[in-house]
């Protein structure tokens, strides 16, 4: 009985101090009409992401750069507004373009891609990015590490190669769920296994 206390405990004060880290790999989001062109139908869903109302699809794209090519890369739903890609800066010198650091959505003056799917293919105008490290939290998890959405903060991963990532940017929404989100070049360098944590820093 004690020990279920103090794991209880433990389990409180984890939660008061670190947010989880999640490694995002590779992956694409598409329009209603690009999912149609694609793929012949609306995206369907393989399974939920951590973020709610997200899914990993079932279907995958070629995408296409001036230099090179990923092939099977995943595909995000639901469709958004406007279609993006967002690689790591590793993926981007392969696809031959220079995608800029940006938040998801942001994609004005970015490199655009083709896309082929398994009906048919879209070129895409603008929207390569390498998403910029940040912290998805809900209000009550903003509030309780004191920080505000747009805020920018360090975070001190607690991974086998533990480094301090700065320049991090906090989301908050009430449509969150509260994770760290690094792409597969930063979750590399610090070591990073599924159930990692993360610290923000004062």
């Given amino acids: 009985m004690e020990n279920q206390k103090i ?25 209603a009409d690009q999912a149609r062109t694609l793929f012949g139908h609306p995206l369907t869903a393989r399974r939920p992401l951590s973020q709610p109302g997200q899914f990993l699809a079932n279907e995958r794209v070629t995408v296409l750069g001036p230099k090179g090519k990923f092939e099977n890369v995943a595909v995000l739903g639901p469709e958004r507004r406007e279609a993006q890609v967002e690689v790591s800066l590793t993926d981007a010198r392969v696809l031959g373009v220079k995608a800029p650091v940006r938040l998801s959505g942001d994609v004005a003056d970015t490199p655009g891609a083709v896309l082929t799917g398994s009906l048919g293919s879209v070129t895409i105008p603008r929207g390569v ?21 747009g805020q920018i903060v360090s975070l001190r991963t607690f991974t086998e190669r ?10 908050i929404s009430p449509d969150f769920a509260s994770y ?4 597969y070049d930063e979750a ?14 004062p």
């Avoid at 409180?12 to 999640?22: M, P």
């Fill in 129 to 149: 990015i390498a998403a910029k490290r940040h912290i998805h939290l809900t209000p009550e998890d903003g509030a309780k590490f004191g920080v505000k959405n």
């Fill in 162 to 171: 533990p480094v301090v990532f700065e320049d991090v940017a906090v989301r």
């Fill in 180 to 183: 760290v989100h690094l792409d």
């Fill in 188 to 201: 590399n360098a610090c070591g990073f296994a599924a159930g990692d944590l993360g610290r923000i820093l």
């Fill in 7 to 31: 794991a209880a405990l433990a389990e409180v004060l984890a939660g008061r101090l670190f947010v989880e880290l999640e490694a995002s790999g590779r992956h694409v989001h598409v329009t």
